[in-house]
């Protein structure tokens, strides 16, 4: 699959950065090329990159669903503060005690 942009395609670069882990070339190539930002984030998260989606996400319920995929509980509890919902909250506590954070 190719990542689709306002002024082309990506292929083999990005998907290369991506799977060498070179997030920072990653993020260069989002932010100069006018990627579209949900279908990056829908390529990152099926191809199991949601902590590399998670840089490029502002919505609140886009980030807690991505943090609490890739197990960033802090993440997470930043945007349950701003969602300040029960079903997010109690989604939060039961990823929290599997992870053994009895904190949250």
């Given at each position: 699959a190719v990542v689709s942009t306002q002024s082309g395609h990506y292929g083999r670069?990005?998907?290369l950065a991506l799977v060498?882990?070179?997030?920072?070339?990653?993020?260069?190539?989002?932010?100069?090329?006018?990627?579209?930002g949900q279908a990056i984030i829908a390529y990152l998260q099926r191809k199991g990159y949601p902590?590399?989606?998670?840089?490029?996400?502002?919505?609140?319920k886009t980030r807690?669903?991505?943090?609490?995929e890739c197990g960033?509980?802090?993440v997470a509890m930043t945007a349950a503060q701003q969602l300040d919902d029960t079903a997010?909250?109690?989604?939060?506590?039961?990823?929290?005690?599997?992870?053994?954070?009895r904190q949250v």
């Open positions: 670069g990005f998907k060498d882990k070179k997030y920072d070339e990653v993020l260069h190539m989002v932010r100069n090329a006018n990627l579209y902590e590399v989606a998670l840089h490029f996400v502002k919505d609140p807690f669903n991505l943090a609490i960033n509980i802090e997010v909250w109690n989604k939060l506590s039961e990823i929290a005690l599997q992870q053994g954070n």
